[in-house]
């Protein structure tokens, strides 16, 4: 009998809870990272503030805009900020870039809802925004939770005005409506996909009308009143701004063992700020360690902030450049952990994945070999050998991982800036963390796994 337990143990793969596993000072150091995680997540819910908080930090460690024409040395600190959306930090390594370069690449936007160009009206005496919906969303999550406005008006004089509001105590919030359940009889014939439509993501926003003896739209006129007196804005304004609606909710602990944590927009900050603290903490590693942070995945990577474009090549390019190296080669020669989120494994849902391939909360960083729908459609598949790269730099360190598909075949499917960064040569992978809820207004992970993913990330790009 004893016989057949050590062969098993020998030869089976088995997954390990790492709570279980793992020495009380790991959970202590999970714990304590996740506090500042938890910071992070209340302090960027946008793209443009995740970038603002990410130079900020950078800077704190050294960091520099990158200049073209100056001289980097082994160990400088340098970032490239596009737009303030997207940014790219980069370590200059010992060896030429033309050895390739150690990447993660995390996505810093995450599903909201936009305000249309055209968003403020009044409709029986209340003010409402129009809306269009950024990403994939269940719209019936949308309704009756409290929400916050965060953005910018970008004005024709050239100045930017900065909105958030809904964030502090204090503050007021907004909301979208639902019918009540008495009046719901024809609503609750529809599908849930259907439950809400995308016009009925209507934000109501005040119901004070300006003081006067008559005229139409009072409740607007006094709306954009206190807007002109808040920001100098005009109606006519919205038309050049961003302006998205995101849960006003803060992170927290859930559970009484205080293991997980409850937030918006964790797909994917909590890949990015391991990706992120984990570059602050590079010093003068072997190959050049580059983390960025991107906008756009969740609307598939287009536009001049999005990894579908040539920021990255042109990032690689420009210190290529600066050692009179080939940017071609050091494309071809890197290596890149796409640090994206996957789908844990849920107690009431789990009929939508298949147990063996679904990643667990708590069995630390997910390694997800391919992504994509039906038969691997529109994935980068990483290779064996990439894999095998991987799954070494992981046992070795001690760090403890998983792999996960994206649900049952034919479930449905999703995908990551993966094969953007693929099709640029360079060796991909995804690893991030098992999320539950992914793209709900408040998405569930836990410590450990965030943890692990810290400390992924800093493995690999040291
Ligand atoms: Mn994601
Ligand atoms: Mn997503």
Redesign the pocket.
């Known amino acids: 009998m004893s016989d057949i337990k050590t062969l098993k143990e020998e030869l089976f793969y088995s997954r390990k809870n790492g709570r279980q596993i793992s020495k009380e000072e790991v959970l202590e150091k999970a714990d304590a990272y996740c506090k500042d995680y938890k910071k992070f997540l209340d302090n960027a819910k946008t793209e443009r503030e995740a970038v603002k908080i990410a130079v900020d930090m950078a800077k704190q460690k050294g960091f520099v805009p990158f200049e073209i024409g100056k001289k980097y040395n082994v160990g400088d600190k340098v970032y490239f900020n596009n737009r303030g959306k997207t940014i790219a930090l980069a370590v200059i390594g010992k060896e030429t870039i033309e050895n390739g370069a150690n990447i993660t690449a995390a996505h810093i936007d995450s ?1 909201r809802l936009d305000l249309k160009p055209n968003p403020l009206y009044e409709e029986i005496e209340l003010a409402l925004f129009k809306t269009h919906y950024y ?2 969303i269940r719209k019936y999550q949308w309704t009756a939770i409290p929400l916050a406005l965060h953005g910018v008006f970008a004005l024709k004089n050239g100045t930017v005005k900065e909105v958030c509001i809904g964030e502090n105590e204090d503050e007021p919030k907004f909301v979208i409506n639902d019918l009540l359940p008495h009046l719901a009889t024809e609503q609750n014939k529809r599908t849930l996909a259907e439950g809400i439509k995308g016009e009925e993501l209507n934000v109501l926003i005040g119901s004070h009308p300006f003081k006067a003896d008559e005229g139409s739209e009072l409740v607007k006129l006094n709306i954009l009143k206190l807007l002109n007196e808040k920001y100098g804005i005009k109606e006519e304004d919205f038309l050049s701004a961003e302006l998205e609606m995101v849960p006003a909710f803060k992170a927290c602990d859930i559970g009484f063992d205080r293991s997980l944590i409850g937030a918006y927009g964790q ?2 900050r909590v890949c990015a700020y391991p990706a992120l603290t984990a570059i602050l903490a590079v010093e003068a590693p072997v190959k050049t360690a580059i983390a960025i942070l991107a906008d756009k ?2 609307i598939g990577s287009m536009g001049n902030t999005g990894l579908e474009s040539d920021f990255l090549r042109f990032v690689i390019g420009d210190i290529a450049k600066m050692q009179n190296a080939d940017h071609t080669v050091a494309l071809r020669n890197s290596k890149c952990l796409s640090a994206d989120v996957n789908a844990g494994l849920d107690p009431t849902f789990q009929d939508v994945s298949e147990r063996r391939n679904a990643s667990m909360l708590n069995y630390g960083v997910v390694v997800t070999k391919y992504t994509g729908a039906r038969g691997k459609s529109s994935t980068s598949d990483a290779s064996a050998e990439y894999v095998a790269y991987v799954r070494n730099m992981l046992d070795k360190a001690g760090i403890i991982w998983q792999t996960g598909e994206l649900g049952k075949v034919d479930a449905g499917g999703g995908g990551t800036v993966a094969m953007y960064i693929a099709n640029m040569g360079v060796d991909v992978v995804d690893l991030g963390v098992p999320v539950l809820s ?2 709900a207004p408040f998405e569930t992970t836990a410590k450990f796994d965030v943890y692990m993913c810290y400390r992924a990330m800093y493995e690999f790009m040291k």
Request: proline letters at 11%; aromatic letters at 0%.
């Open positions: 599903p990403g994939g797909d994917d995945e969740e992914m793209h």
